[in-house]
């Protein structure tokens, strides 16, 4: 169980255009999600909080137009870059927090999907 | 603020040898700790916890590791290592202002060799 998937697993797009991320929770309802920026050889670094039926809270100098989050259901969210450019070449991991029945437990562990690797050319 | 710390950049150790990986964390109350193992291209797969109770905590392939307070330290371990294990692992603590948000360390890269 606790399953998360990700598509495109890869995406090589050119310099102004616009890529869409998608990321699932195959087995579970995540009603929070979240998305990771990782550079070769570095830590994840949070990008945004991904909420169902809400908007997405972005931590300190994501731009929020740059980087558009939709959580349309309880089992799938997905992040847009737009007007891609070359320096947004990275790899892009999701993650959901799997909800329990008495609600989200602080216990639980993040479940991380398999990532996303674009290049901007 | 919370916060972990791998020393290590990369560590070596040859087959069949007990391994460790070092984090040390920076928290102000009660940590909850956790160990993420990452192979090359994929996602974050979780590997073990620690919230409270014993301070030994085993986690998915044989990997364990220990808390321990008083050196605000959380080193995963394993008996005997295996080329399999190579991978890049990540430490990470819950945040406490923010429960959802994870604080990664900078990962430690884990080369076995036979």
């Known amino acids: 169980g606790a399953v998360v998937s990700q598509h495109p697993s890869r995406v090589i797009c050119k310099s102004g255009t616009s890529v869409k991320i998608e990321c699932r929770s195959l087995?579970?309802?995540?009603?929070?999600m979240f998305w990771y920026r990782q550079f070769p050889k570095q830590s994840l670094m949070l990008m945004a909080t991904?909420?169902?039926?809400?908007?997405?809270?972005?931590e300190q100098g994501v731009e929020k137009d740059k980087f558009l989050i939709n959580h349309a259901s309880l089992t799938l969210s997905t992040l847009t870059v737009t007007s891609a450019h070359p320096e947004d070449s990275s790899f892009y991991i999701c993650?959901?927090?799997?909800?329990?029945?008495?609600?989200?437990?602080?216990?639980?562990?993040?479940?991380f999907g398999p990532g996303t690797r674009l290049t901007v050319l | 603020a919370q916060s972990v710390a791998q020393p290590e950049d990369q560590v070596n150790v040859a087959e069949g040898n007990p391994l460790t990986v070092k984090c040390t964390y920076s928290?102000?109350?009660?940590?909850?700790l956790f160990w993420y193992v990452q192979y090359p291209n994929r996602g974050l797969q979780f590997l073990l916890k620690?919230?409270?109770?014993?301070?030994l905590v085993k986690g998915s392939y044989g990997f364990e590791a220990e808390f321990n307070k008083s050196q605000t330290s959380f080193h995963l371990k394993k008996p005997s290592a295996l080329v399999s294990d190579s991978a890049l692992y990540f430490c990470?603590?819950?945040?406490?202002?923010?429960?959802?948000?994870?604080?990664f360390g900078s990962g430690t890269k884990l080369n076995v060799k036979p």
């Open positions: 993650s959901a927090r799997e909800r329990t029945s008495g609600g989200f437990s602080s216990y639980n562990e993040q479940f």
């Open positions: 087995d579970f309802q995540a009603t929070t």
């Open positions: 991904s909420n169902e039926g809400s908007k997405a809270t972005y």
């Open positions: 928290v102000s109350g009660n940590p909850y």
């Open positions: 620690y919230i409270t109770g014993d301070n």
């Open positions: 990470a603590v819950r945040g406490l202002d923010n429960f959802n948000k994870f604080y």
